[in-house]
């Protein structure tokens, strides 16, 4: 089913009810001041009669290092999008989003330093802290993996996704602290776009005169431009589509191209390569352009359409490196909130967001995000200062 | 000075390869031996190994420059050198990066000496390219200044000694990319010499459990003597699904490729080695790569410090490991091109050519 057959489902299901009830919802947690019940917004599968379905729930008691949050600002992931026009198969129902800034309502991780107000971004994914891969660092791995707004709604309390006014954090998610100097607007997509394109960086050396070439422009691909400058590398190119580039990819410290342009003057020069457009034909472009050693880093083909059109011998003669990126580990969270702190002001970070949506207008929302016109769209489920 | 005789009154014999559609595909040639350059190494010949990728050449499926002298994998005698700074006598027994260098170009300085920007290879150059004593199916050859040589220890016979400087340096190079890791579990892709030498490289390292396939038609009887628990290529090990932490392509074939990606654990490491050539196309996708988080390293060649760890290997490995017995005949150098069809036939991991009366 195609996305805009999809929306016009969507709108057509009663979106002033859905409207009305929030607005009622809303008004009883301005009268009352402890949030007995949380409001979400469950997705039931593209094919479902009611794709989006509010619900008003009362939040569960929190157990031991749990945390109840309330989602501050959420942002649109483009698997998300991905998600609603039937790309990606989640499980169902659930609550989708992954990408938020919170605050700390309550808690019960008496170790901690959190206070109740606490700004927060949190690691997308929840593990163990003790298999295999997380202890050796790989812990989007985890055995006992859970993600955010990729969680059946019967797992766990179901406060599992950012399309919600709150979220219940367990006890195996890491947490760090937003500092006052970024926005909210900013802080929302730390973590799943930063968090990632940090998880991405571990693998680039720091290399003298570094040239850097960027496939795609999209929010992973502005962050990866200036964090490769960041990292010192003097020339970062980022390429985007002709219908449609952002406009932010010099503001980003990086060469605009567009991604039919050959740079033939780059031919076996270039350090990095770094996908993340989710196409898999720039590939053979990528390879032509790195230098012998060079590393090829993937992250946006997550997709099943993304077969290489290459050869190893390619691979071989050229000694390449082809490193794929999914997710990333708690550490990398950490390093995306203070390479954010520090560059907060050196980059467009807050231009690039689009507008913000309330909670009853995801399905707005999500039609623009589908539009890629911005780094990003917003929701907002609360009215918070 | 040790290295001061005069080399022009000395002949060489040399067998000159002239292309695949050429009425004389062999030629021998006696020549005088020509004056040695500064930093330059005359050394004969002691035994030469056909490496696969020579096979492929003169089977039509590669191509190299033409007239050559092929042949890069020997075990080497000192004759006369010009490296007064170094400790080399007469009589050395040596080993050789098939590699000549600059090292200073950007790929010598980041240790990737294998792509200089100068590069010359052994057995991979024309007649006309210096010396024209380039190539190992000769009585001698000449080792230019921009290439390191290695001693070898008494402990390491002839035999054992040829392949160092292909087969065994190119493993050590893949193994600087393996990490050491509790309860390692390997699949090695192929039963050739690289395949068995990275099964021993792998089981030195540490690793617990190595598995190497060959082909139902004729694999290695020596796999398990190797440290590998023998499999075909066309079993399917399901118990190891998602299990393997390094996988090793060293049999050419990119078909296999979408098995090892299966075996891999996330977050593991494939290492590509043997497909250099065009038709190793691969059918995956990049989501396979993403999802598990992979690492996919393509190894070439290798630089000078592998040498160094191949002959330490080696010297330190050479009687756990039937290193000798994988080894086939030496044909004399008239013999050549017997002993390439042996070779063709993969009966053994390496047949030998033995160019001088030592």
């Avoid at chain 2, 559609?21 to 035994?47: A, D």
């Amino acid at each position: 089913m195609s996305g805009g057959r999809i929306l016009l489902r969507i709108f057509s299901h009663g979106k002033s009810r859905v409207s009305e009830w929030f607005h009622s919802v809303q008004t009883k947690n301005k009268l009352k001041t402890d949030p007995i019940s949380g409001a979400r917004t469950v997705f039931n599968g593209v094919d479902s009669k009611t794709m989006f379905a509010p619900q008003n729930i009362p939040l569960p008691e929190l157990a031991p290092g749990e945390i109840l949050a309330k989602v501050r600002l959420a942002s649109i992931c483009m698997s998300d999008v991905h998600t609603i026009t039937g790309h990606r198969i989640e499980p169902t129902p659930s609550v989708l989003g992954h990408e938020a800034v919170v605050e700390v309502v309550d808690h019960r991780r008496p170790e901690s330093n959190l206070a109740i107000g606490d700004r927060l971004t949190f690691s997308v994914a929840d593990c163990c802290g003790n298999c295999e891969f997380c202890l050796k660092g790989l812990n989007q791995k985890c055995v006992k993996l859970f993600k955010y707004g990729h969680a059946k709604l019967s797992d766990g309390s179901g406060y599992n996704g950012c399309y919600a006014t709150h979220i219940i954090l367990r006890r195996g998610t890491h947490v760090v602290k937003i500092p006052d100097v970024i926005s909210d607007r900013c802080a929302a997509p730390i973590n799943c776009s930063l968090a990632t394109t940090m998880a991405a960086m571990e693998h680039v050396p720091k290399i003298k005169n570094g040239r850097a070439f960027v496939q795609g422009d999209g929010i992973l691909g502005l962050y990866t431009s200036a964090a490769l400058r960041e990292h010192g590398f003097e020339k970062v190119y980022c390429s985007g589509t002709r219908l449609q580039r952002s406009k932010f990819i010099d503001r980003f410290g990086a060469i605009p191209l567009y991604n039919d342009e050959v740079l033939h003057e780059e031919t076996n020069k270039i350090d990095i390569v770094v996908e993340v457009c989710g196409v898999s034909s720039v590939v053979n472009d990528g390879f032509r352009m790195l230098k012998p050693g060079g590393i090829y880093l993937f992250l946006g083909m997550v997709h099943p359409h993304s077969q290489l059109n290459i050869t190893g011998e390619q691979i071989i003669r050229k000694c390449l490196t082809i490193q794929g990126i999914h997710n990333y580990a708690p550490r990398h969270l950490d390093q995306a909130v203070q390479f954010l702190a520090k560059t907060i002001r050196r980059y467009p970070y807050e231009e690039v967001m689009g507008p913000t949506y309330d909670l009853p207008d995801l399905p707005a929302a999500m039609k623009l995000a589908i539009g890629k016109q911005y780094g990003r769209v917003l929701v907002k489920p609360n009215m918070v200062n | 000075m040790i290295g001061n005789q005069d080399t022009e009154s000395m002949l060489g014999t040399r067998t000159i390869f002239n292309g695949i559609h050429s009425s004389e595909i062999f030629t021998s040639e006696t020549v005088s031996l020509p004056e040695l350059g500064p930093g330059e190494i005359l050394v004969k010949v002691r035994l030469a190994s056909i490496c696969m990728s020579d096979v492929h050449t003169i089977t039509g499926h590669r191509i190299e420059p033409t007239p050559s002298v092929l042949g890069h994998e020997a075990v080497v005698e000192v004759v006369t050198h010009r490296r007064p700074e170094s400790d080399l006598s007469e009589g050395d027994r040596l080993t050789f990066s098939v590699a000549d260098c600059c090292n200073k170009c950007e790929f010598c300085l980041k240790g990737l000496n294998q792509k200089c920007t100068k590069l010359f290879k052994y057995g991979h150059a024309k007649l006309s390219d210096g010396s024209g004593f380039n190539g190992c199916y000769a009585s001698h050859i000449i080792l230019r200044r921009g290439t390191h040589v290695v001693k070898i220890p008494d402990i390491i016979p002839d035999r054992c000694a040829a392949p160092i400087n292909c087969s065994l340096a190119t493993t050590m190079c893949a193994m600087e990319f393996v990490p050491k890791i509790k309860n390692g579990r390997a699949f090695i892709q192929g039963d050739g010499i690289l395949g068995l030498y990275t099964c021993a490289a792998l089981r030195e390292l540490g690793y617990d459990t190595v598995y190497c396939s060959g082909m139902r038609i004729r694999r290695s009887e020596f796999i398990d003597r190797f440290g590998a628990i023998p499999l075909y290529n066309d079993e399917v090990l399901h118990e190891e699904i998602n299990k393997i932490d390094v996988v090793v392509e060293v049999c050419g074939v990119s078909a296999v490729v979408n098995d090892g990606i299966r075996l891999l654990k996330p977050g593991g490491l494939y290492l590509f080695l043997g497909m250099v050539h065009p038709h190793s196309e691969l059918n995956i996708t990049g989501e396979q790569i993403i999802r598990k988080c992979l690492t996919i390293k393509g190894i070439h060649n290798y630089a000078p410090r592998h040498l160094d760890q191949a002959v330490d290997f080696l010297e330190k490995t050479i009687q756990k490991y039937p290193y000798d017995e994988v080894m086939g005949p030496a044909y004399a150098l008239s013999d050549l091109s017997a002993a390439m069809k042996l070779s063709i036939e993969k009966v053994y991991s390496r047949v030998l050519v033995k160019p001088n009366m030592t």
